[in-house]
C-alpha cells in the first residue's frame, strides 16, 4: 500500500519560531510537492521537487523555503513562522512521467 | 497562468438525488485532469483522472466525469448522492508542458442530508 507520511498531525507555534513539517514516501517517487489548503481557496502549491536538491517555487512561496536531502523526504521549512500562515499543510508524491499524486494525511499548523 | 474554477463552493442535497459539480480551466494546451475527494477528517483521495481517450471516465464510488475540450470542463457527475458522500470535492489540473505541477481548485462542499 503507497503511503506519505507527515511528521505531526497537530502543531502549534509562536509567531517569529522556525517550524520545520517533514514527509517522507515510501514510493521511490521522483516528484513531491508541498500545498497548503485554506476554506475556499483550495489547495496552493508553495514548492515542488522533481529531484534530489532540486525544488522550484510554487504559486506561493514567499515565508517558506524547502529541503530535499534524499529522494524520500521533503521538508517545508518557515524561517520566521507568521499568524497568516496558520494553514493545513499537505505533502504530495508522484512518479516523474505525471503520474497520480498521492497524498500525505496533512498537518495543521497554528501559529499564536 | 493557470486557473482552475468550481462554481459551487457549497451544495446541499437530499440522499438519492443527483449531484453535478463543475469545473473549468484556463490552460488551452494538452491537460490532465482529476478530481478528488476529502472526506471530513480524512486525507484527499483520488476519485477519478483523464489522460486521454475517451472524454467520459468512472471512477470509484459510481462517479464519472466528462472531459468537454471545447469548454475546458471537466464536471463531476454521480446519479444518485448518499449520505457517506458528504465531502469536499477538488478538482485539479496538470499541464503537460508545465510538468508535474498541479493546481487547485477552491473546492465544492458537498453535504448530503439523509
Known amino acids: 500500500d503507497v503511503k506519505v507520511t507527515q511528521s505531526s498531525r497537530y502543531l502549534v507555534k509562536r509567531t517569529g519560531e522556525k517550524v520545520f513539517l517533514e514527509c517522507v514516501q515510501d514510493?521511490?517517487?521522483?516528484?513531491m510537492f508541498w500545498y497548503r489548503q485554506d476554506p475556499g481557496l483550495g489547495l496552493r502549491l508553495i514548492y515542488f521537487?522533481?529531484?534530489?536538491?532540486?525544488?522550484e517555487k510554487g504559486d506561493i512561496p514567499e515565508g517558506y523555503s524547502v529541503s530535499r536531502e534524499k529522494k524520500e523526504r521533503f521538508s517545508l521549512i518557515l524561517e520566521s513562522a507568521s499568524t497568516n500562515q496558520t494553514s493545513m499543510y499537505l505533502c504530495?508524491?508522484?512518479?516523474?512521467?505525471?503520474?497520480?499524486?498521492?497524498f500525505g494525511p496533512g498537518t495543521r499548523l497554528t501559529v499564536l | 497562468a493557470q486557473s482552475v474554477s468550481q462554481h459551487n463552493h457549497h451544495v446541499i442535497l437530499s440522499e438519492a438525488a443527483s449531484l453535478e459539480l463543475g469545473c473549468n480551466y484556463s490552460?488551452?494546451?494538452?491537460?490532465?485532469l482529476f478530481w478528488y475527494v476529502q472526506y471530513p477528517g480524512q486525507h484527499l483521495q483520488l476519485l477519478l483522472k483523464?489522460?486521454?481517450?475517451?472524454?467520459l471516465v468512472k471512477g470509484i464510488k459510481g462517479f464519472e466525469a466528462e472531459f468537454i475540450k471545447s469548454k475546458f470542463s471537466f464536471n463531476l457527475r454521480k446519479p444518485s448522492v448518499q449520505w457517506s458522500d458528504t465531502a469536499e470535492y477538488f478538482c485539479?489540473?496538470?499541464?503537460?508542458?508545465?510538468?508535474?505541477?498541479?493546481?487547485f481548485g477552491g473546492g465544492t462542499r458537498v453535504l448530503v442530508k439523509p
Open positions: 504530495a508524491s508522484s512518479t516523474l512521467a505525471g503520474g497520480v499524486p498521492f
Open positions: 514510493m521511490d517517487h521522483e516528484n
Open positions: 521537487s522533481y529531484d534530489v536538491k532540486m525544488k
Open positions: 490552460y488551452g494546451g494538452t491537460v490532465n
Open positions: 483523464y489522460f486521454s481517450g475517451d472524454p
Open positions: 485539479a489540473v496538470n499541464e503537460e508542458a508545465a510538468g508535474n505541477k498541479l493546481t
